[in-house]
């Protein structure tokens, strides 16, 4: 049915490509760091001195050629280099396609494990993360495999899709860690919950099953009644504190960082920056018409 928000959604879509850059620079500098690697460590810099570790992302996804995820890879280890330099509490993250999965599983795997062997010699870990659901089994088919070499690399799993239940028992029995998310990516009905109430339960209920199993888990939401209700669960289930952290966007409901770091859990902050900016955040509003209305709730705020 196509309902009057979904019309003014199609026009806003029509008219992002002749957004001005001044005005689209101005939309995303809250939520992206910027273009280069030393503005991205300026910022995880301020944020670690007002007491929030990082998360390292470069924006990219959709690799279709080899060139590009080699270079892909080389920025990647150049960064994970420099945060060791500064001393940063901050982990790199990186999306399967921008690793080139989508041309070639196998030179994606090859990537991760080269990344993963230049983090492990730094000391630091990394992590694997979740595109959309026609990604998610060779995404976790390349998890597996490179964990059979490495233990410092999470995955992040999604509790709107259907499947994730089965993908939590599929992680075994070994200590993994995972980043829980709702899920960005508009997943048909076929797949995915796509009812909020449903999503949130599910969310939830995958974070128990990963808790019990002895998984550690990462909290990566905004949403402040679906966190109490996590932390209730961590409180029944009386984990210790490294069982747990929060992780939030740059630019996000900063309030509820404060709030999570008052209570002693540890936050991180997801950082993006790069030069592809600008067709990165075009590419997500299209996928989630949501997140238009976060950003333009958040701005007249
Ligand atoms: C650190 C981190 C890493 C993530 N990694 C992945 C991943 O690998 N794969 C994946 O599919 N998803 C990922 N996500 C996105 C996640 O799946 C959700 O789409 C996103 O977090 C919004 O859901 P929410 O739980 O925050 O709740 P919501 O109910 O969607 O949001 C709660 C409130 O937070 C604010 N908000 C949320 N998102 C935004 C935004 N983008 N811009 C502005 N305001 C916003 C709004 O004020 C909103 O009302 C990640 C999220 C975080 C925090």
């Not at 009905?189 to 990963?210: F, K």
Request: include cysteine; charge should be negative.
């Amino acid at each position: 049915m196509i309902t009057v928000m979904g019309i003014l959604h199609r026009c806003i879509m029509g008219t992002l490509p002749w957004v001005p850059e001044p005005l689209m620079r101005r939309l995303s500098s809250r939520y992206i760091a910027g273009e280069t690697l030393p503005q991205a460590l300026d910022v995880i810099g301020t944020n670690a001195s007002r007491g929030f570790a990082g998360v390292l992302d470069i924006l990219g996804e959709g690799i279709e050629d080899e060139a590009a995820a080699r270079e892909a890879l080389a920025a990647y280890k150049q960064a994970a280099t420099e945060l060791g330099a500064a001393g940063l509490d901050c982990y790199v993250s990186v999306k399967p396609t921008h690793f080139g999965l989508s041309i070639s599983p196998a030179l994606a795997r090859d990537l991760y494990a080269e990344l993963a062997e230049h983090c492990r010699g730094l000391g630091q870990t990394m992590r694997v993360e979740m595109e959309d659901h026609p990604t998610t089994d060779a995404t976790l088919s390349l998890f597996h495999s490179l964990r059979e070499q490495f233990d410092h690399v999470g995955i992040v799993l999604q509790s709107r899709l259907l499947r994730t239940p089965d993908d939590i028992q599929a992680l075994g029995s070994e200590a993994m860690d995972v980043r829980m998310v709702k899920g960005i990516y508009l997943e048909p009905e076929s797949v995915a919950h796509c009812d909020r109430g449903l999503i949130q339960d599910a969310y939830v209920q995958c974070c128990r099953q990963l808790w019990s199993a002895g998984h550690r888990v990462a909290l990566a939401t905004h949403d402040g009644p679906l966190a109490e209700r996590c932390l209730a669960v961590a409180n029944e289930l009386e984990l210790t504190p490294d069982r747990l952290e929060f992780e939030v966007l740059l630019g996000v409901q900063e309030a509820l960082w404060k709030r999570w770091q008052q209570a002693e859990h540890k936050v991180r902050v997801y950082v993006p920056y790069g030069p592809e900016w600008r067709s990165y955040s075009e590419r997500r509003l299209r996928k989630n018409p949501e997140i238009l209305g976060h950003v333009m709730r958040n701005l007249l705020r």
